[in-house]
């Protein structure tokens, strides 16, 4: 027990050096501090050297004296020079060290001079030494008080001294000075050990509080799956980035990375194997970054990358980063490969603001999924045109006249060795004020990037729905559905809603969704697709072949047709790949009782090549061009009158 109790005295007088951050905010309240307490030397110095001048020896009362305060001054001057500079713990340690130390010296060197000065004079004078010697121990213990070491040290090495000095005068008022000092003092000192325990544990508390805040700061801008930063943080950060570069006149890319692919792996093995895609890709744009490059993951299967300068090396590295995250990933219980498309543009070339820049970033991959998929595309003045005419056309849509301005064409499917076509499809044209015709491949994607496309759905629906009206009962109806139809629940039930007000039959009704609809949101669309079934609409599967996983859509939901893409009709009597293909998708339609359809015939080489291979409905411009709903009445009216229309080649 006496040994502990002789170790937390000893650790008393010890400068504690393990909390780098307590010898931080240690140094910060002393430094508050070392005016007063020089002032204080000096002041007292001179004051006692005042009352003995012409009494005690010129050394005493002027050289010693005039020594101590010229110290001061240095130390003074010192201190004015350096007290803004910052610090860090190694450095607050060194100058704690060198308080304590000099803190001894001064309260020796002090003490000592005090005593010498005692020899001489009267009672009064020596009575002014002994004030001064007492005001300045006090104020210095009170001036060291956050640095404990110190103010210890000072107390123990002035206060007992100059007490027995006091006590052993033979003066009785003297003793009873010492006396009262040493009392005081003592409480001083434990004034001094309370201040320094309440002092130690403020500064805990406040570095607690500060580690909590600087975590949640650091949570809230940080992507809780992948660790990468989010979405806030990379917008900060392009802020800044801009500022600075508009500051220096540096260069830098701004990249949008989208993960092709991704929403069929989420959606066939679930949201924790999904999930570990999102990790793995932020691990490898992790292992990417550098001082010169930030990664960030913008929300879903978007991130987002800043390229600091370098910008010539912006579409070098972005194909090393499409080349790395298309890599096979093993994740638990499947190896699945996807793609990244990669959008860059620079400052100040694409764009000068942090907005315009993520926006231009953002359009690239857009295109670059259109032109080449899994591939980086930097955003040019032929991607800026394309970004002018789309915000044209958004905007005339918006301001269009959905009713006047939008209309239908029809294009027959045909059944081999029928008289008549089996079914139109309809399909928009839009003539706009100003701009005159705009292709649908411009102006549908427009209205699905603008959530305008529910509402042309709904008109083109009523409009088409309209037209079969006038059609013979065994004449079917085909309307394209946007992903936007299918996983908006108030897009479903209003699309509900017109086929049943319309009259026509939900039998004479094909709805076509596309693989890409169903990569979006699987659930929702199934849930749609669904709806639909039940309310008696056929569902077509249109573009077959060209999404990621056709066969788990087709095992999956309940569809009545499938439409083989254009892109492997065209190379049907080329290409032996295309052929095996076609052959395979017609057997598989026969297996599970599906209507096969295929689309963009355009030749009879095409035609009789799909008859040989076992496809009996097709549709192309072999058999007939889009046409307006005038042309489908004269059509149907001349097939009441006439002979089939097919062409020969095929008909037979």
């Not at 370098?310 to 590295?317: H, S």
């Not at 009523?462 to 908006?488: C, F, G, V, Y």
């Not at 669309?525 to 087709?554: H, W």
Request: hydrophobic share 45%; with cysteine.
């Amino acid at each position: 027990m006496p040994g502990r109790a002789f170790e937390r005295v000893v650790a008393a007088f010890r400068l504690d050096t393990n909390d780098p951050h307590l010898m931080q905010a240690q140094l910060a309240a002393f430094s508050k501090q070392v005016p007063l307490l020089y002032f204080t030397l000096a002041v007292n110095s001179a004051a006692a050297a005042f009352a003995l001048y012409g009494t005690a020896p010129f050394v005493l009362t002027v050289v010693t004296p005039g020594v101590l305060i010229l110290a001061v001054a240095i130390r003074i001057v010192h201190w004015l020079r350096h007290r803004n500079d910052p610090f860090d713990a190694s450095h607050a340690a060194s100058r704690l060290k060198l308080t304590v130390r000099l803190g001894s010296a001064f309260g020796v060197l002090f003490l000592t001079w005090a005593i010498a000065m005692m020899q001489y004079g009267d009672a009064t004078s020596k009575g002014q030494v002994i004030f001064a010697i007492a005001m300045t121990a006090i104020c210095c213990i009170f001036c060291l008080t956050h640095v404990r070491a110190a103010a210890l040290m000072v107390a123990m090495l002035v206060i007992p001294p100059f007490t027995i000095v006091l006590f052993s005068s033979g003066e009785r008022a003297f003793a009873t000075t010492g006396l009262n000092l040493a009392l005081v003092a003592g409480a001083m000192m434990y004034v001094v050990l309370i201040q320094a325990r309440d002092f130690s544990r403020m500064v805990r508390s406040q570095m607690e509080t500060q580690r909590l805040s600087d975590e949640n700061l650091r949570l809230a801008n940080l992507d809780s799956l992948t660790e990468l930063p989010n979405r806030r943080q990379f917008f900060a950060r392009l802020d800044e980035t801009v500022a600075r570069a508009q500051r220096e006149g540096r260069k830098f890319t701004v990249g949008v990375i989208d993960l092709d692919g991704f929403k069929p792996v989420n959606d066939l093995y679930g949201h924790f194997t999904g999930d570990r895609l999102l990790v793995e890709t932020g691990r490898r744009l992790a292992a990417l970054g550098d001082d010169n490059t930030f990664f960030a993951r913008l929300g879903g299967d978007e991130f987002g990358m800043i390229r600091y300068d370098d910008v010539e090396q912006a579409l070098p590295f972005g194909e090393i980063v499409c080349a790395r995250l298309a890599e096979s990933c093993a994740l638990p219980g499947v190896v699945t490969r996807v793609a990244a498309s990669l959008g860059l543009a620079n400052y100040p070339d694409s764009a000068q603001t942090g907005e315009a820049l993520y926006e231009s970033a953002d359009y690239a991959p857009y295109r670059a999924k259109q032109r080449r998929a899994g591939r980086p595309e930097m955003f040019s003045a032929e991607l800026r045109s394309t970004m002018r005419q789309f915000t044209l056309i958004e905007q005339k849509m918006r301001e269009a006249d959905m009713d006047r301005e939008f209309t239908l064409e029809f294009q027959p499917l045909y059944e081999l060795g029928s008289e008549r076509p089996l079914a139109f499809e309809a399909l928009a044209r839009w003539t706009a004020p100003g701009l005159g015709p705009v292709p649908p491949d411009v102006f549908i994607p427009v209205a699905e990037r603008s959530d305008l496309i529910n509402r042309l759905t709904q008109v083109l629906l009523r409009k088409a729905l309209a037209e079969a009206m006038t059609w013979p009962q065994d004449i079917r109806l085909a309307l394209n559905l946007s992903i936007h139809d299918l996983i908006s629940s108030d897009a479903v039930v209003k699309i509900i809603a017109i086929i049943r007000a319309s009259g026509v039959a939900p039998g004479r009704i094909d709805l076509e969704v596309t693989e890409s609809a169903l990569v979006s949101d699987f659930d929702k669309a199934n849930e749609a697709i669904r709806a639909f079934k039940n309310l008696g609409v056929r569902i077509s599967l249109d573009d077959f072949g060209t999404g990621y996983s056709s066969l788990a859509y087709v095992h999956k939901l309940p569809f009545d047709r499938i439409k083989i893409d254009r892109s492997f009709v065209q190379e049907i009597d080329t290409h032996h790949a295309a052929r095996d293909i076609v052959r395979t998708v017609v057997t598989l339609c026969r297996n599970l009782d599906l209507q096969c359809v295929t689309e963009g015939v355009e030749t009879s080489a095409q035609a009789n090549a799909l008859k040989e291979l076992g496809c009996t409905t097709m549709q192309g411009y072999f058999f007939a061009r889009p046409m307006t709903p005038h042309a489908v009445s004269g059509l149907l009216r001349d097939l009441e009158a006439g002979p089939a229309l097919l062409p020969r080649a095929v008909n037979g």
